[in-house]
């Protein structure tokens, strides 16, 4: 299994486009980026690549990392900047499976699966397979598993992708705050690797009108306002999954810039091999 990370930042990327504050700044002269989440996962078994979420920065992504196009695809919720990818198939792709949950979204009245379909019913090559949480589907050589979290208004997923010929692991929290309830916790444990969402550090609770939630014995919020955990947060729930490595995304511009870049806060182009 190799896992490569298109995207790792939020919903403006870093660098943010017309900002200059420091971290930004820093980012430019690194030659280092977080762009709109994405992940690569290739079979080298089957030869078979699976995309996780299709970031608004398809065309970017695939033009700067050495990965092929993908042969299947999962979105876990319906921002722009985890689904507005899909656009890219037209052209580029002669057929995309999508697999989407498949629980109506009593905020939007369908579920993730039914918006996809919705959305890009005027492309072809984009097929949607609802999916129902919890229960393993076949794709790409993988079995992979969509499970609740926790990102209001919109039901969100995270996903578990193994591989049943050699056991590799690889989970992806989704957009959430710490408070993943037991059974989805239960399907995302013991990954090799873990991507975790982290948005801020903690400190920056205090910036947010809802402040933090779920801290720690230290007082420490591992969830920042309602929809994202800290960066804290994220590294608290890769030591509840027993992750062998976690890795933060969804990481935003507001971070102090000489920290910003550090371990284990992630950035476009990481590579591992499960």
Known sequence: MDVTLLGTGDTTGTPTPGCDCDTCERAERLGVERSRFSVHVRNERTGES???????????????????LPDAAVVTHIHFDHLDGLGHAYRLLDHLPVYAADETDPETGESVAETVRRRYDYLDQVEVFPT?????????????????????????????VEDPETG???????????????????????????????????????????????????GVARTFGTKHMT????????????????????????????????????????????
Do not use: M, W
């Not at 398809?58 to 050495?66: P, V």
């Not at 992979?144 to 039901?155: A, F, K, R, S």
């Not at 994220?234 to 870049?261: I, K, P």
């Open 50 to 68: 699976l995309l996780v979420d299709a970031s608004p920065d398809f065309r970017h992504q695939f033009l700067t990392r050495d990965v092929p």
């Open 132 to 160: 129902t949480p919890f229960e393993p589907v076949e794709t790409c050589g993988f079995e992979v598993t969509l499970v609740p979290v926790d990102h209001p208004p919109l039901v969100c997923y995270g996903l578990a």
């Open 168 to 218: 590799a692991k690889f989970s992806i929290s989704g957009d959430t705050t710490y408070g993943v309830g037991e059974a989805s916790r239960a399907v995302l444990d013991d990954p090799d690797l873990l991507l975790a969402d982290g948005i801020v550090p903690a400190a920056y609770c205090e910036h947010h009108p809802a402040g933090g939630a779920h801290f720690d014995d230290d």
């Open 231 to 274: 960066v804290e947060g994220a590294q608290a729930l890769g030591e509840d999954l027993h992750a062998d490595e976690t890795r933060v995304v969804h990481v935003s511009h507001f971070l102090n810039a000489d920290r910003a870049f550090d371990d284990p806060l992630a950035v476009d182009g990481e590579r591992f091999e499960l």
